[in-house]
């Protein structure tokens, strides 16, 4: 496979500086025993950023934001703008998650809008889609990731600076956990997608990571699957060994 395994740990709305301090430098240490079968990534909130990216120095672990606004700058009390993260040393940011598309209710074209924002900026994104339970047994999970990624995806998106992370709703921080099988259709589903927007090529290169409930024990299966390209890491990214122990399962 050419593409490149990408684990990431979203660490949500979790950490102080002092404890991230620490679960970062165990990371970067960690990561730099490993052979580099996987690119590495971690997300803390935005107070974190700074204190993590000195943590990191000098390892090849990249940070990442949860969100942006789509504006450059301006009078958005409460919001940071892309320019900022990448100010703050960040190369991506997670746009589309799940839970703010629940608690902010944000919509699939506010999250192109903030993708290609992001983009300009100069970050790579990390676009999140899935379905809910209810829709999974109304037998919609194909056609509601399928519109997600047709009006999330930004303009502008290429196999190096866009990646996609299929994470259904009722996997998320629930410890259930999609079969290889169901994940692997849904991510065949989503290249099928890409490649119809974009092209064969770009969607062959293009990274799709499963997220929803990965954990060591169950990481080496979805990782085996031919469309998972890596994982976005919740509560398991939260645990150095459990992060560390998950990104040498990559092949
Ligand atoms: P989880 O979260 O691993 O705790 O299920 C994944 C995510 O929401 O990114």
């Given at each position: 496979m050419s593409r490149k395994v990408l684990i990431a740990g979203n660490w949500k709305m979790n950490g102080l500086i002092k404890g991230?301090?620490?679960?970062?430098?165990?990371?970067?240490?960690?990561?730099?025993?490993?052979?580099?079968?996987a690119e590495v990534l971690v997300c803390p909130p935005f107070t974190l950023l700074t204190t993590v990216k000195k943590a990191l120095r000098g390892s090849r672990v990249m940070l990442g934001a949860q969100d942006c606004h789509m504006e450059e700058k301006g009078a958005h009390t409460g919001d940071v703008s892309p320019y900022m993260l990448k100010d703050?040393?960040?190369d991506y940011v997670i746009l589309g998650h799940s839970?703010?598309?629940?608690?902010h209710k944000e919509s699939s074209a506010l999250v192109k809008a903030k993708a290609e924002s992001a983009l300009k900026a100069g970050l790579?994104?990390?676009i999140c889609v899935g379905e809910t339970l209810d829709e999974r047994n109304k037998g919609k999970a194909l056609s509601v990731t399928e519109k997600q990624v047709k009006d999330s995806l930004p303009d502008g998106?290429?196999?190096?600076?866009?990646?996609i992370a299929y994470e259904p709703v009722w996997a998320i921080g629930t410890g259930k956990t999609a079969t290889p099988q169901d994940a692997q259709e849904v991510h065949a589903?989503?290249?099928k997608v890409l490649a119809q927007k974009l092209s064969k090529s770009v969607a062959t290169r293009m990274r799709i990571l499963?997220?929803?409930?990965?954990?060591?024990?169950?990481?080496?299966?979805?990782?085996n699957e031919e469309d998972i390209d890596g994982g976005l890491i919740g509560g398991a990214s939260l645990k150095a060994e459990d992060f560390m122990t998950i990104v040498s399962k990559a092949k």
């Open positions: 991230s301090q620490a679960l970062a430098k165990e990371i970067a240490l960690a990561t730099k025993s490993l052979k580099p079968q703050a040393g960040c839970e703010r598309r629940t608690d790579k994104v990390i998106a290429t196999a190096s600076n866009t990646v589903h989503i290249r499963y997220g929803g409930s990965m954990k060591p024990q169950n990481a080496s299966e979805l990782l």
